[in-house]
């Protein structure tokens, strides 16, 4: 009996030194309850899209869907009264979103007049990814969902309450007849 004990002790040494600690991620309970770093420094606290509708976006500069810049920015002058868009550049896809935040800030700007919320680069996969996108990706937290970004340009719409009510991926384009009834 000790001999088995003592091999049930040294396969989990063996198991937890491959595998290492499960990793924790300290995930608001609500999406309210988030604070981020907007791309110029400034903190946005999500308590204050309360009654809107949002549409989260992982975006790159360098990437096929980069036009949908263009369209994120027209919805956004359409539909700004019901809706927040916001952008979180990621380098996690291809490395196409290689810049700094002032570089991602000054070609949203002079490439496509993006006046819509961007933040500070984040991770929106793998073991460093940022807290928000736990929350958009894990039905754990956010009710019925599993689509973590597959590639740039996903996007996932959250009701005026605070709930995750869609999830599109790359292809979907932002002016699409699905988004578009959905904000109405």
């Known amino acids: 009996m000790k001999r088995f004990m003592l091999s049930l002790i040294i396969i989990a040494i063996l198991q937890f030194s491959f595998t290492g600690p499960e990793m924790t991620v300290d995930v608001p309970e609500s999406f309210y309850d988030f604070k981020m770093k907007a791309i110029d420094g400034s903190t946005v606290d999500f308590n ?3 009654g809107k509708k949002v549409l989260l976006v992982n975006v790159a500069s360098k990437c096929g869907y ?3 810049y ?3 920015q027209k919805l956004h002058e359409l539909y700004g009264n019901k809706l927040t868009i916001l ?3 990621a ?3 291809g490395k196409q979103e290689p810049g700094t935040n002032d570089e991602i800030a000054l070609f949203c700007s002079q490439n496509y007049g993006v006046t ?3 933040f500070e680069k984040i991770s929106v996969k793998g073991d460093d990814m940022d807290p928000l996108y736990h ?6 937290y956010n009710g019925w969902n599993n689509e973590a970004p597959s590639w740039n340009f996903c996007k996932y719409l959250v009701n005026e309450k605070g709930e995750l009510v869609a999830f ?3 292809k979907v384009k932002p002016l699409s007849d699905d988004i578009i009834s959905k904000i109405k």
């Open 48 to 50: 204050s899209f309360k």
């Open 66 to 68: 980069t036009p949908q």
């Open 70 to 72: 263009e369209d994120l």
């Open 87 to 89: 952008g979180f550049p």
């Open 91 to 93: 380098n996690n896809f």
């Open 116 to 118: 819509f919320q961007m």
């Open 135 to 140: 929350w958009l990706s894990e039905e754990k």
């Open 168 to 170: 599109y991926p790359s």
